[in-house]
């Protein structure tokens, strides 16, 4: 899966650090990358190397300490955060370990809140909604809550709303983790879909490395949150 | 994020926890309660206490008197006390005086207080009374409202009401007075002009002291019949309207007509005035409202007559009234303030217990601002179910107190008041207020769910 196409996220020399007290946490400590659009990306490394904390900085959910991201030309570290707040909105979707739906609402609900965010009309929402849930196989669930549903739906459930927006990014973390290696699978051949039919650019969080060898286009290694190693083209 | 998007979330963020909210709900709704009940108390008693004065005639009036001749008012000229010409200087409150009252703003009628004695027969039976001039618009009073009979048919009837205790004296059974005569007997005071003598037949001649011109007057005895067509209980705006007592009454066009020497009560000021201008001793002025009354009798004061308003004697009831309104509502107001706590309390809960929801609405793409406007739509939507539930709770307690009011006034045989009055205007400061407060109270959770960081919120525990 080669794509030649141009950069779809650029990191520049990027840090994140906690304060602890006296000390620092360099959770990112100075790292620079580029991801062409409609890339499979994997970002490996053993617990605690920053990978979520490199992942929610490409999603906008965090600010670096220093450094620039640029995705599609603009800076994220530049931006305030209603423009942050857009840029979630419309360019990324995320999806998580945890699913991370909202218990009280319906699937339907769920699926439906980024597009209430982007303030797409009613009618059109519906669609978007519809589709999305179509995508994932969900389509005869809309009205169960998260509780009434499996891990695997859920996470389906999940990835449904990170695309209800048409994004062109997919951001994952560890969305296998939670799940056995069967609905797993699953998952991660919906991911792909995105990725082939779709032509996302996905960028995806995981421990198995057997799994990032199997789907991701190119693995990146972080330890210490510094790059270890960059994985190219199979 | 839209209006509409952002009231249907907060609508079942709201039902979510159902108890949780409507117990902070009704909190709110206890707070307006009593918000309401102590204002409408307020407005009720203010209402009853100024429906019943402004009925009584008495707060739109003003009685207007010549200046006291010992006081001193336009030149502090004060050697000049023996001076009996001094006088002169005083204003006669005479007809060109009423008429320029007549022109004032808002002066509904002026009329001068006409009372004299007279003798009343009724076949054998006669009595002397005092008979009082009635314009009108004294119909109004509520001693009209229980009569036998009928009020005067026209302004110049011939016609007489009688009060009760008066009747007795002529009648065993006053009723059986309605429709019959009875003769006035009363001294008519008379211009002489050129010697000639009115009607009638001279009881007494005077030259006008003082008068270098031949005027002068007569002072001749009248009879006149009029027919009893009424007869009340009490006098009419409990007597105090005229400021005297009058046992019974007549039309004032009749009374003024009658022109009797009585009207003028010392003899040196019936010597002063020429007799063929009639000067009043005191004019009654009625105002459209009691709110006109202060700034009539600057008017006429400044005309240089004296004047007298129970309106403003009463000055310090309204302000009682004023401040009674304040205290009633700081302490509905108490009520509604820690109902706002409830607000601050449970949003704050509801912030702490959806960290999580929050961080994922970010992360979905929600902006620090819908967030909070998602707060604040719940504060606001709690305030406004809140005003709406303590407005309809305080008209019930309302109802309530006055029901219960009304069982004892009847007990102590009182007619039913209402003393509970929920106006519009408080319906709407109630609810809004409600809102307001509610949306002050949610500022703080509001504030607090928009600053939260997604990450650490995101961040399982
Ligand atoms: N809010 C924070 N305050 C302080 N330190 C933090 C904070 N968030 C993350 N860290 C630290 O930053 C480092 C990187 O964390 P991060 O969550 O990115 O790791 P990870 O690679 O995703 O690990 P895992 O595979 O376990 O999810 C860790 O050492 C973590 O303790
Ligand atoms: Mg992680």
């Not at chain 1, 995320?94 to 769920?110: H, K």
């Not at chain 2, 502090?76 to 023996?82: A, L, N, T, V």
């Not at chain 2, 105090?240 to 019974?248: E, H």
Request: proline share 4%.
């Amino acid at each position: 899966m080669t794509q030649n196409g141009e950069i779809a996220i650029r990191t520049e020399d990027v840090r994140r650090h906690y304060a602890m007290g006296a000390s620092t946490i360099p959770a990112v400590d100075g790292i620079s990358l580029e991801m062409r659009a409609g890339e499979f990306v994997a970002l490996l490394g053993s617990s605690g190397s920053g990978k979520s904390t490199l992942l929610n900085l490409i999603a906008g959910l965090d600010r670096p300490t220093a450094g620039a991201i640029l995705v599609q030309g603009r800076d994220l570290a530049q931006m305030d955060s209603e423009e942050l707040a857009r840029y979630r909105r419309h360019t990324v979707g995320m999806v998580f370990q945890s699913f991370n739906l909202i218990p009280t609402m319906t699937l339907e609900e769920n699926v439906e809140l980024p597009a209430r965010f982007a303030e797409v009309d009613r009618a059109e929402r519906k669609e978007l909604v519809r589709a999305s849930l179509a995508r994932v196989g969900l389509s005869a669930r809309v009205t169960h809550r998260p509780s009434e549903m499996s891990g695997g739906e859920q996470q389906r459930a999940a990835l449904a709303r990170a695309l209800v927006n048409k994004p062109s990014i997919l951001l994952a973390d560890e969305p296998t983790g939670n799940l056995d290696s069967k609905t797993g699978t699953e998952i991660l051949n919906l991911i792909r879909e995105c990725n082939d039919a779709l032509r996302m650019t996905v960028v995806m969080v995981t421990h198995e490395r057997a799994l990032a060898e199997k789907y991701a286009a190119r693995m990146i290694f972080l330890s210490d949150g510094k790059l270890a190693g960059n994985g190219g083209p199979r | 994020m839209k209006i509409q998007d952002l009231l249907e979330l907060a609508g079942r963020n709201l039902r979510e926890s159902k108890l949780r909210n409507s117990l902070t709900t009704l909190g709110i709704g206890v707070g307006v309660a009593s918000l309401v009940a102590m204002l409408s108390l307020g407005v009720g008693l203010q209402e009853l206490a100024s429906n019943r004065l402004t009925r009584s005639g008495l707060f739109d009036q003003i009685a207007v008197y010549s200046r006291p001749e010992f006081r001193g008012f336009r030149s502090g000229e004060g050697g000049d006390r023996e001076n009996p010409n001094r006088g002169r200087d005083l204003r006669p409150l005479d007809k060109a005086a009423r008429l320029e009252i007549e022109k004032l703003p808002n002066v509904v009628e002026v009329y001068p207080e006409i009372r004299f004695t007279s003798e009343v027969r009724f076949g054998e039976k006669s009595q002397f009374t005092y008979v009082g001039g009635l314009t009108p618009s004294a119909k109004a009073s509520d001693a009209f409202e229980k009569m036998q009979g009928t009020f005067f048919t026209s302004p110049n009837a011939e016609e007489v009401i009688l009060q009760t205790r008066f009747a007795k004296t002529l009648a065993d059974k006053p009723e059986d007075l309605l429709g019959h005569d009875v003769t006035l007997r009363y001294a008519e005071r008379q211009a002489l002009s050129s010697g000639a003598s009115g009607g009638g037949s001279p009881a007494k001649k005077a030259d006008a002291a003082g008068d270098s011109g031949g005027e002068g007057f007569s002072v001749v005895r009248r009879e006149r019949n009029v027919r009893v067509v009424g007869i009340i209980e009490t006098e009419p705006f409990g007597g105090m309207r005229s400021f005297g007592r009058g046992g019974i009454f007549i039309p004032l066009n009749l009374a003024e007509k009658l022109a009797p020497m009585g009207s003028s009560s010392s003899v040196r000021e019936l010597l002063r005035t020429s007799a063929s201008a009639t000067t009043f001793q005191t004019l009654m002025v009625r105002m459209a409202s009691p709110t006109h009354v202060m700034a009539a009798e600057k008017a006429i004061e400044d005309m240089g007559f004296s004047t007298f308003s129970i309106m403003e004697a009463m000055r310090n009831l309204r302000r009682f009234f004023a401040v009674l309104d304040l205290f009633l509502g700081i302490f509905g107001s108490v009520a509604l303030a820690v109902a706002s706590l409830g607000i601050i309390n449970t949003l704050v809960m509801s912030v702490l217990e959806r960290r999580r929801e929050i961080g994922i609405m970010k992360a979905l793409g929600a902006s620090d601002r819908d967030v909070r406007r998602l707060f604040f739509a719940e504060a606001g939507s709690m305030g406004l179910l809140g005003g709406l539930l303590g407005v309809a709770l305080g008209w019930v307690i309302g109802k309530a107190i006055n029901f219960g009011t009304n069982i004892y006034l009847a007990r102590q045989e009182f007619p039913p008041e209402k003393i509970w009055s929920v106006p519009w205007w408080l319906v709407a400061g109630a609810i809004g207020f409600a809102v307001l407060v509610s949306l002050a109270a949610g500022l703080y959770p509001a504030s607090r769910a928009a600053k939260l960081d997604p990450v650490k919120a995101l961040r399982y525990e």
